[in-house]
């Protein structure tokens, strides 16, 4: 990954190619297993949960590297100030250019659409529908809205 070989491409002729890495594309559970942090981190920010709109800065292998140097650190205090752990290297630790904070990119199916759609829409619904009508009716709407649902027909072979 730093020194260029000659590779002959479809044209026929031949190049100097510099080998890297691209995305890495991975659900969360593996997200925080190959980034080494706490789960409920985010693998490429340290931008706490409840204030993600906020400036923060990224994670990344450099800044990893310089909380392991500094030796101020326990690993308790990396596990609740920055959310890495410390027993547990990232197997790109020693690629000379590759860090896996950038390479890491969302699981689209997972994080973003069940993320945004499952976790955040449909408990907010929920909470209007009982915030602006009785419990009672809110349950009511709720069980029309499931049994409209539950009536869809099934997409076999999708």
């Given at each position: 990954?730093?020194k260029?070989?000659?590779?002959?491409?479809?044209?026929?002729h031949?190049?100097?190619?510099?080998?890297?890495?691209?995305?890495?594309?991975?659900?969360?559970?593996?997200?925080?297993?190959?980034?080494?942090?706490?789960?409920?981190?985010c693998?490429?920010?340290l931008?706490?949960?409840?204030?993600l709109?906020?400036d923060?800065?990224?994670?990344?292998?450099?800044?990893?590297?310089?909380?392991?140097?500094?030796?101020?650190?326990?690993?308790?205090?990396?596990?609740?100030?920055?959310?890495?752990?410390?027993?547990?290297?990232?197997?790109?630790n020693?690629?000379?250019?590759?860090?896996?904070?950038?390479?890491?990119?969302p699981?689209?199916?997972h994080?973003?659409?069940?993320?945004?759609?499952?976790?955040?829409l449909?408990?907010w619904?929920?909470?209007?529908?009982?915030?602006?009508?009785?419990?009672?009716?809110?349950e009511?709407?709720?069980?029309?809205?499931d049994?409209?649902?539950a009536?869809?027909?099934?997409?076999?072979?999708l």
């Amino acid at each position: 990954m730093s020194k260029p070989e000659v590779a002959r491409f479809s044209d026929s002729h031949y190049r100097r190619v510099v080998y890297g890495l691209g995305p890495y594309i991975a659900d969360y559970e593996e997200q925080v297993l190959l980034t080494s942090i706490v789960r409920r981190w985010c693998p490429r920010c340290l931008a706490p949960r409840q204030s993600l709109d906020d400036d923060a800065l990224c994670q990344c292998e450099a800044h990893r590297e310089a909380l392991f140097e500094e030796d101020t650190f326990s690993s308790t205090v990396l596990w609740s100030e920055f959310g890495i752990v410390g027993e547990v290297v990232p197997f790109t630790n020693d690629f000379t250019r590759a860090d896996i904070h950038q390479l890491i990119a969302p699981d689209l199916l997972h994080q973003i659409i069940k993320g945004c759609f499952k976790d955040h829409l449909v408990t907010w619904v929920e909470k209007y529908l009982h915030h602006v009508h009785r419990k009672r009716e809110a349950e009511c709407i709720m069980d029309d809205i499931d049994q409209c649902l539950a009536a869809a027909v099934p997409f076999t072979g999708l």
